[in-house]
């Protein structure tokens, strides 16, 4: 059973910086799997900010957030990183890890529909003020 935990959101100020954390408890013994950041705006839809694949640790972005964001991992500690920078008031939302076992591939596609995930954690509140 996978168990996906976040951490790392809280308010900061437009221009600043957050690290958020997802904790994947056992994921990382798998060689297949595939995890992403995701982001929900109120009165927005979920929507794919990064992900990154098992392996050699491919990542992929959603264009209009590269440059800014970065995703990371540490295996040793099971975890996955998103360093958020120069942060703006847009980017206020809950923001979601989520993890997958299929089709988690280089090339990966389809990976920015939340329906392509089967395991999610709870989320972590990220507040930007301008």
């Known amino acids: 059973q996978v168990h996906l935990m976040e951490s790392g959101g809280g308010s900061v100020q437009a221009g600043g910086s957050l690290r958020l954390s997802c904790a994947a408890s056992?994921?990382?013994?798998?060689?297949?799997?595939?995890i992403a950041w995701f982001r929900q705006a109120p009165g927005k839809e979920r929507e794919g900010v990064a992900v990154?694949?098992?392996?050699?640790?491919?990542?992929y972005y959603d264009d209009s957030l590269k440059g800014r964001f970065a995703i990371s991992r540490n295996t040793d500690k099971n975890t996955v990183y998103l360093q958020m920078n120069n942060l703006k008031p847009e980017d206020t939302a809950m923001y979601f890890c989520?993890?997958?076992?299929?089709?988690?591939?280089?090339?990966?596609?389809?990976?920015?529909?939340?329906?392509?995930?089967?395991?999610w954690g709870q989320g972590t509140q990220v507040t930007v003020s301008s």
């Open positions: 990154i694949l098992a392996g050699e640790g491919g990542t």
């Open positions: 989520a993890a997958n076992r299929a089709f988690c591939a280089e090339g990966i596609s389809g990976w920015k529909s939340p329906d392509f995930f089967n395991y």
């Open positions: 056992e994921l990382m013994f798998y060689s297949d799997y595939c």
